[in-house]
């Protein structure tokens, strides 16, 4: 009795998101890996049975590994670039301007400074996504390049020139994200005693070293949950890569990423099953990211 | 601190990893959905006959039955979707009166139907047009396209006399056809060369080049005013730069050129008139252009056409209607053929191409499909024709339908270059359709080519070798034509 009132009690909270989890997320997932073994082509009533065929040209083909290679960049890129701003940034807002009175508290004009990072995640990716297309635009109206006519320069490709690209989507993806993670490392930082920064600031603790010996041990687990989103996300871009890049992932493949080929081939191209295909493998990359990290960073947790 | 029999994190954890084990089989349930189940549907799509001849109407081929419901989905692009509600719909119930039409107006033609033509519900006559266009032969390999020879051949809908056949350019018919079957009616006709502002030319005095030395002059002339000869937009239609090469390959070498790439023959992209053509526009862009085209889509660069800083554009006669609410009253659109590359060119100057597009057709697997080749007749009508005309200012397929309308200047001057063309007419290049991995990976990497990354040769070695590839894979099925 005493064990079905506690297992209904769960039950009942699980049952309704369980259901949809399993009818959205896990069954397509099941049909994706159904259909990675055929050469369905989105029309056909029964999806040919293929075997493994789709996986072996996918290693043999070069759109792949392009897409792969502009995932690894971003996920060494893009991670690095936003924790270590994010960190700063939210070190400078809540702690920067050391200990006055009571407490720790940030730089001047810190609030302002917190609407001005989060501005960007307010925005729905596409319009990210149309803004920066304004930003990058590479005549002379464009809001980066006019400057540069104005000068003298040369027009400069952002998005066109296919060395740079890459680079500037990563710089947009860097902008939209920084936020999101001020806020959270914020959050992080205000659930630190004041205690430690005070007893380490009476010991003449610099800025630099309660940064370094205080604020970054005790943010590990925060940090580590940061990491795994940017990596996920870093799997994605989606949206992005769709609305900012020439022609969805081009100049000559340099900015696609495997989602944005999974649509392609699926839809444009009608080949499901190798659509499929691609999506398994993205499906293993993503896990077998998430399992290293957490793996590489778990250590003990300090008890605050 | 967990208390004795509290159900942990972990074992939470533990417990729905069991129960997803169990909940596994039934997941196939789920599972099968997406495919829309193992019905097998036979491939038999035999179009409705026209009625035996005891009861022939020629008022009513098809023997539609007025009690029917006819369901038809537009594309709503460019086009919008008023030329079928206010137009199409209203003679097709007035001719069979009591018939109802469901119209579905969307942007999203893939999304909307891909899922009903699994399941089988499928709509009537479907405008198969825009980002999303399905593609019509995987669903004419399932069944679900109904042939049009039956149309083709019943009498029309002005003069029972005269077959519908007999009513439209006979290109249409044939860009209406694959494998050999009469499976889409293509409705629109355009014209496709190059644009220019001919109040420009006007004003100072400048004739259109015939030849590329003549061209280029005009670029250095142009060049003078700060204004570039050429330019082609890098983002959201790319392809019209590679329409634009493959169409003077076309006059240098004839249509055998595009005719050689559509049925993939052997080093088709390395052939002298491709060469010769990819080689030259090559030059024009990289000389009389500028890079920064390559990063702006075909509005933002269509716009700047409007604003004079360049002079020639290629495209269809679409152009006009699409910027006629951003077109000042000092521009004027007209046509102008492609200059000639060598003085041997296949076709003399004047060679412009004119094609087919804005594909619909009639399901096999509806609920009505007598009442949607009605429906595809009644397009073809004077009336329906010359009222689309109207309405979207671009042509249709149908003899005769702008007579009596006003043309807009631009439309005027490429039904005029159509008539100076005669026999010279360049061919559509089919592969887009067929092959659109090929025709994207071209486009694509003339983008590169065109940047000054790559050599002309490079440039039709990687696309010729994409073509072997498509060529070697299985999955694609292949098409052919003879002209």
Redesign the interface.
Same mark, same amino acid.
């Given at each position: 009795m005493?064990?079905l009132r506690?297992?209904g009690f769960?039950i009942g909270f699980?049952i309704v998101p *369980?259901t949809l989890y *399993? *009818?959205f997320v896990? !069954?397509?997932y099941?049909?994706a890996f159904?259909?990675s073994l055929t &050469?369905?082509?989105?029309?056909?009533? *029964?999806?040919n049975f293929?075997g493994l065929e789709n996986f072996t040209r996918l290693f043999k083909d070069e759109v792949f590994w392009n897409a792969l290679r502009t995932h690894g960049i971003v996920l060494l890129v893009m991670p690095l670039v936003v924790l270590a701003l994010a960190l700063v940034f939210s070190f400078l807002l809540n702690l920067g301007g050391g200990s006055r009175g009571a407490g720790m508290r940030g730089v001047t004009g810190s609030t302002f400074y917190k609407v001005v990072f989060f501005a960007p995640q307010v925005l729905a990716v596409a319009i990210v996504g149309v803004l920066w297309k304004a930003i990058?635009?590479? $005549?002379e109206a464009g809001v980066i390049?006019g400057v540069v006519m104005k000068l003298g320069g040369e @027009?400069i490709?952002?998005? &066109?020139? @296919?060395d740079l690209a890459l680079w500037s989507l990563i710089a947009v993806m860097c902008w939209q994200a920084v936020g999101f993670y001020v806020v959270l490392f914020s959050a992080g930082m205000s659930a630190i005693p004041k205690d430690y920064f005070e007893a380490a600031a009476l010991d003449g603790a610099g800025r630099f070293t309660l940064f370094f010996r205080i604020t970054l041990p005790l943010l590990r687990d925060t940090l580590q949950v940061g990491w795994v989103y940017l990596g996920i996300a870093a799997f994605d871009c989606f949206a992005l890569v769709n609305v900012l890049t020439?022609?969805a992932g081009? @100049? $000559?493949?340099v900015t696609t990423v495997l989602p944005v080929e999974i649509f392609k081939t699926a839809?444009?191209? !009608?080949?499901v099953g190798?659509a499929s295909a691609m999506g398994v493998a993205l499906f293993f990359l993503t896990i077998t990211f998430a399992v290293l990290t957490l793996r590489v960073t778990r250590r003990e947790k300090i008890e605050l | 601190m967990s208390h004795p029999g509290e159900i942990t994190r972990r074992d939470l954890l533990r417990r729905i990893g069991l129960t997803a084990v169990v909940v596994g089989p039934g997941a196939g349930l789920l599972s099968a959905c997406a495919t829309g189940g193992g019905t097998a549907a036979s491939p038999s799509a035999s179009a409705p006959a026209p009625a035996t001849s005891a009861a022939f109407d020629p008022k009513n081929p098809f023997a539609v039955d007025a009690k029917k419901g006819l369901e038809v989905v537009i594309f709503t692009g460019g086009f919008k979707d008023d030329y079928a509600t206010g137009l199409h719909q209203p003679m097709y119930t007035k001719a069979h009166a009591g018939a109802t039409i469901k119209h579905t107006g969307t942007q999203n033609v893939g999304t909307m139907l891909r899922p009903r033509f699994l399941s089988g519900e499928v709509p009537d006559v479907v405008n198969n047009s825009g980002p999303e266009a399905m593609d019509v032969a995987a669903l004419a390999a399932e069944g679900h396209v109904a042939e049009l020879t039956a149309l083709w051949d019943a009498p029309s809908f002005d003069d029972p006399s005269k077959k519908v056949r007999d009513t439209v350019t006979p290109a249409a018919l044939e860009e209406g056809k694959l494998n050999g079957k009469d499976m889409t009616l293509n409705y629109v006709v355009s014209q496709r060369a190059l644009w220019y502002n001919a109040k420009l030319f006007q004003e100072k005095g400048w004739t259109l080049p015939t030849t590329m030395e003549e061209f280029k002059a005009l670029g250095d002339k142009a060049k003078a005013e700060g204004i570039h000869l050429f330019a082609y937009p890098g983002q959201k239609g790319p392809y019209y730069m590679l329409w634009n090469m493959l169409y003077t390959a076309a006059k240098i070498g004839g249509n055998k050129a595009i005719i050689d790439i559509d049925n993939l023959v052997d080093n088709a992209w390395k052939s002298d008139a491709m060469k010769a053509s990819v080689t030259a526009w090559h030059e024009i862009f990289t000389k009389y252009s500028d890079k920064s085209y390559l990063g702006l889509d075909h509005t933002q660069t269509q716009v700047k056409h409007l604003q004079n800083k360049f002079l020639f554009y290629p495209t269809g006669s679409w152009l006009e209607g699409e910027m006629a609410k951003d077109k000042p009253e000092t521009f004027e659109y007209a046509i102008a053929p492609f200059p000639s590359v060598t003085t041997a060119d296949a076709m003399p100057y004047g060679a412009i191409q004119v094609g087919s597009g804005e594909v619909f057709f009639a399901t096999a697997k509806g609920q009505n499909p007598q009442g949607a080749l009605e429906y595809l007749r009644i397009m073809l009508s004077k009336e329906g024709a010359k009222g689309f005309v109207e309405k979207t200012g671009s042509l249709t397929i149908v003899n005769g339908s702008a007579d009596g309308v006003e043309l807009p200047p631009g439309l005027a001057s490429a039904a005029k270059a159509t008539d100076a063309a005669g026999p010279n007419v360049i061919t559509s290049a089919r592969f887009e359709g067929w092959y659109k991995e090929l025709f994207d990976y071209a486009w694509a990497q003339q983008n590169i080519l065109m940047g000054g990354r790559m050599t002309v040769e490079e440039y039709l070695d990687k696309v010729q070798k994409k073509a072997d590839d498509v060529k070697a894979d299985s999955s694609i099925a292949k098409q052919t034509r003879d002209a």
């Amino acid at each position: 009795m005493e064990r079905l009132r506690k297992y209904g009690f769960v039950i009942g909270f699980l049952i309704v998101p *369980v259901t949809l989890y *399993v *009818v959205f997320v896990i !069954s397509p997932y099941i049909q994706a890996f159904q259909l990675s073994l055929t &050469s369905w082509n989105g029309y056909q009533a *029964v999806p040919n049975f293929v075997g493994l065929e789709n996986f072996t040209r996918l290693f043999k083909d070069e759109v792949f590994w392009n897409a792969l290679r502009t995932h690894g960049i971003v996920l060494l890129v893009m991670p690095l670039v936003v924790l270590a701003l994010a960190l700063v940034f939210s070190f400078l807002l809540n702690l920067g301007g050391g200990s006055r009175g009571a407490g720790m508290r940030g730089v001047t004009g810190s609030t302002f400074y917190k609407v001005v990072f989060f501005a960007p995640q307010v925005l729905a990716v596409a319009i990210v996504g149309v803004l920066w297309k304004a930003i990058y635009r590479p $005549d002379e109206a464009g809001v980066i390049n006019g400057v540069v006519m104005k000068l003298g320069g040369e @027009p400069i490709g952002w998005m &066109s020139d @296919p060395d740079l690209a890459l680079w500037s989507l990563i710089a947009v993806m860097c902008w939209q994200a920084v936020g999101f993670y001020v806020v959270l490392f914020s959050a992080g930082m205000s659930a630190i005693p004041k205690d430690y920064f005070e007893a380490a600031a009476l010991d003449g603790a610099g800025r630099f070293t309660l940064f370094f010996r205080i604020t970054l041990p005790l943010l590990r687990d925060t940090l580590q949950v940061g990491w795994v989103y940017l990596g996920i996300a870093a799997f994605d871009c989606f949206a992005l890569v769709n609305v900012l890049t020439l022609d969805a992932g081009g @100049p $000559d493949g340099v900015t696609t990423v495997l989602p944005v080929e999974i649509f392609k081939t699926a839809f444009t191209y !009608s080949k499901v099953g190798y659509a499929s295909a691609m999506g398994v493998a993205l499906f293993f990359l993503t896990i077998t990211f998430a399992v290293l990290t957490l793996r590489v960073t778990r250590r003990e947790k300090i008890e605050l | 601190m967990s208390h004795p029999g509290e159900i942990t994190r972990r074992d939470l954890l533990r417990r729905i990893g069991l129960t997803a084990v169990v909940v596994g089989p039934g997941a196939g349930l789920l599972s099968a959905c997406a495919t829309g189940g193992g019905t097998a549907a036979s491939p038999s799509a035999s179009a409705p006959a026209p009625a035996t001849s005891a009861a022939f109407d020629p008022k009513n081929p098809f023997a539609v039955d007025a009690k029917k419901g006819l369901e038809v989905v537009i594309f709503t692009g460019g086009f919008k979707d008023d030329y079928a509600t206010g137009l199409h719909q209203p003679m097709y119930t007035k001719a069979h009166a009591g018939a109802t039409i469901k119209h579905t107006g969307t942007q999203n033609v893939g999304t909307m139907l891909r899922p009903r033509f699994l399941s089988g519900e499928v709509p009537d006559v479907v405008n198969n047009s825009g980002p999303e266009a399905m593609d019509v032969a995987a669903l004419a390999a399932e069944g679900h396209v109904a042939e049009l020879t039956a149309l083709w051949d019943a009498p029309s809908f002005d003069d029972p006399s005269k077959k519908v056949r007999d009513t439209v350019t006979p290109a249409a018919l044939e860009e209406g056809k694959l494998n050999g079957k009469d499976m889409t009616l293509n409705y629109v006709v355009s014209q496709r060369a190059l644009w220019y502002n001919a109040k420009l030319f006007q004003e100072k005095g400048w004739t259109l080049p015939t030849t590329m030395e003549e061209f280029k002059a005009l670029g250095d002339k142009a060049k003078a005013e700060g204004i570039h000869l050429f330019a082609y937009p890098g983002q959201k239609g790319p392809y019209y730069m590679l329409w634009n090469m493959l169409y003077t390959a076309a006059k240098i070498g004839g249509n055998k050129a595009i005719i050689d790439i559509d049925n993939l023959v052997d080093n088709a992209w390395k052939s002298d008139a491709m060469k010769a053509s990819v080689t030259a526009w090559h030059e024009i862009f990289t000389k009389y252009s500028d890079k920064s085209y390559l990063g702006l889509d075909h509005t933002q660069t269509q716009v700047k056409h409007l604003q004079n800083k360049f002079l020639f554009y290629p495209t269809g006669s679409w152009l006009e209607g699409e910027m006629a609410k951003d077109k000042p009253e000092t521009f004027e659109y007209a046509i102008a053929p492609f200059p000639s590359v060598t003085t041997a060119d296949a076709m003399p100057y004047g060679a412009i191409q004119v094609g087919s597009g804005e594909v619909f057709f009639a399901t096999a697997k509806g609920q009505n499909p007598q009442g949607a080749l009605e429906y595809l007749r009644i397009m073809l009508s004077k009336e329906g024709a010359k009222g689309f005309v109207e309405k979207t200012g671009s042509l249709t397929i149908v003899n005769g339908s702008a007579d009596g309308v006003e043309l807009p200047p631009g439309l005027a001057s490429a039904a005029k270059a159509t008539d100076a063309a005669g026999p010279n007419v360049i061919t559509s290049a089919r592969f887009e359709g067929w092959y659109k991995e090929l025709f994207d990976y071209a486009w694509a990497q003339q983008n590169i080519l065109m940047g000054g990354r790559m050599t002309v040769e490079e440039y039709l070695d990687k696309v010729q070798k994409k073509a072997d590839d498509v060529k070697a894979d299985s999955s694609i099925a292949k098409q052919t034509r003879d002209a």
